[in-house]
């Protein structure tokens, strides 16, 4: 298996641009999680689904950030309209179940001007 | 989610140099998980800890669970250069959730 698969690696954008990050999660795993991490706050989970159900978004920041998994191979965040603060590495984590190890994937690094 | 104390926030040795990072919980745990995410990479699980008193040894690293499953500890004997990186407990309690706070970031001097 390949992994968690995450695209793209790098964004840099402009404010005020929509933002769409990706995720693969390694096949059958019932669970995915979206984290993004900074020097200030830490790792922070934003989202996580189950069976493509959110299932707990209180760590996502405000209505600008949506989190979709249409299907269980893939999932995206999408930040409308991208804001400085939001520059960060976003993380995509899968597991196989409830307090199964996470496996993340390598991350999207984003800045935003 | 569940909340907890991961101390100390930042910790610099020596190569050869003992290190130890403590998780504490007001509340008692189901399980308890620990990563390391070296610099510029992502969090790799280590190993994740159910029973009470429990200690698992992988190599130098020594993990434990305390007896009354509130806290934690990892322990690396003899630091080398490539123990460097963030260490995070992840703790479980009655939620699904996995969260993360900032760790224990760890530098070696060679």
């Known amino acids: 298996d390949a992994g968690v698969i995450q695209s793209p690696r790098h964004e840099v954008t402009e404010m005020g641009q929509e933002v769409t990050l990706r995720c693969k999660p390694i096949?059958?795993?019932?669970?995915l999680f979206w984290y993004r991490q900074t020097m200030m706050r830490g790792l922070e989970l934003l989202i996580y689904?189950?069976?493509?159900?959110?299932?707990?978004d209180s760590g996502m920041p405000e209505d600008r950030f949506s989190a979709k998994m249409p299907n269980a191979s893939f999932s995206t965040l999408k930040i409308q309209p991208s804001e400085p603060r939001d520059s960060a590495v976003y993380f995509c984590?899968?597991?196989?179940?409830?307090?199964?190890?996470?496996?993340f994937g390598s991350g999207t690094q984003l800045s935003v001007l | 989610g569940q909340q907890v104390m991961q101390i100390p926030q930042y910790q610099h040795v020596q190569e050869g140099e003992d290190f130890t990072t403590y998780c504490n919980s007001s509340?008692?745990?189901?399980?308890i998980q620990w990563y390391k995410q070296r610099p510029g990479g992502h969090p790799v699980f280590l190993i994740q800890?159910?029973?009470?008193?429990e200690v698992k040894k992988q190599k130098r690293l020594t993990f434990q669970f305390g007896e009354a499953k509130k806290n934690s500890s990892l322990h690396i004997t003899a630091t080398q250069t490539t123990d460097v990186g963030t260490y995070f407990c992840?703790?479980?309690?009655?939620?699904?959730?996995?969260?993360f706070g900032k760790g224990t970031k760890l530098t070696v001097n060679p």
């Open positions: 689904f189950n069976n493509n159900v959110p299932i707990d």
């Open positions: 509340t008692t745990l189901s399980n």
């Open positions: 992840v703790p479980q309690g009655g939620s699904e959730k996995l969260v």
């Open positions: 984590a899968s597991s196989a179940g409830a307090r199964e190890k996470l496996f």
């Open positions: 096949s059958g795993h019932d669970y």
């Open positions: 800890l159910v029973k009470s008193g």
